[in-house]
């Protein structure tokens, strides 16, 4: 069983259209990351959410932690060719005593020109 | 400032060959990660180290050892490669007091 749902796992959509995808867990989190990993790379951090309800924003990308602090969502607005990538949430979860990080499987966004 | 990088970049390997994966970073981070991605799997952590001389294991670790000798490095060897070792490998680091990791660009391994 995952720790971390993401979902949808695959979207295509045309350039300057909206989307949302979604992390859902039913445990709860002290924090969430988010991540984007763009073909042939590794994954770059893009933020940290620390506080129940809390919104952050990067330019188009809206990241809002939920309220009980076990789900997130990325919203693009005006969805652009260069956000194709792969969005990877992840947490910190104690799995044998130590503290680690845990990712989901991620959503594979496609943006077309 | 290089970051993390990762050597080599692809590679192919007969069953039963062996083989060495090397990761270099050079921010002075105390903690260093070897991942390996699959398809619809995410990241899956092989092994890890919280600081020089010291490695522990992680959610996957079977079938790969690793060492620390520098801080700066963090080697992954597979001693005997199988085909369900064929996957990109990731290797990370990150500061003591921060929680962003800082992945390389990837090893992607064929195994046949």
């Known amino acids: 069983t995952q720790l971390l749902e993401q979902s949808p796992q695959f979207l295509s959509i045309q350039e300057g259209e909206n989307l949302t995808v979604y992390c859902n867990s039913s445990s709860v989190f002290s924090s969430l990351q988010w991540y984007r990993q763009e073909p042939g790379e590794g994954p770059v951090l893009l933020v940290t959410v620390v506080t129940g309800g809390e919104v952050k924003k990067l330019k188009r990308l809206t990241f809002q932690f939920g309220d009980a602090r076990k789900d997130s969502s990325l919203h693009i607005t005006a969805a652009q060719p260069g956000d194709t990538g792969l969005y990877l949430c992840a947490v910190r979860s104690i799995i044998q005593g130590a503290q680690k990080l845990v990712f989901g499987q991620g959503t594979r966004l496609t943006i077309n020109p | 400032n290089a970051g993390v990088t990762q050597t080599p970049k692809f590679r192919v390997l007969k069953t039963g060959q062996s083989m060495t994966l090397l990761c270099a970073q050079d921010?002075?981070?105390?903690?260093m990660y070897w991942y390996r991605q699959d398809p619809g799997m995410g990241l899956r952590l092989i092994h890890y180290s919280v600081g020089e001389g010291t490695t522990a294991k992680g959610e996957v670790p079977d079938g790969y050892n690793v060492s620390r000798l520098k801080k700066q490095n963090f080697l992954l060897g597979l001693e005997s490669a199988a085909p369900s070792q064929t996957s990109v490998y990731f290797c990370?680091?990150?500061?003591?007091?921060?929680?962003?990791?800082?992945f390389g660009p990837g090893t992607r391994l064929t195994v046949t």
């Open positions: 990370a680091s990150r500061d003591s007091g921060n929680y962003e990791q800082y």
């Open positions: 921010m002075n981070h105390e903690y």
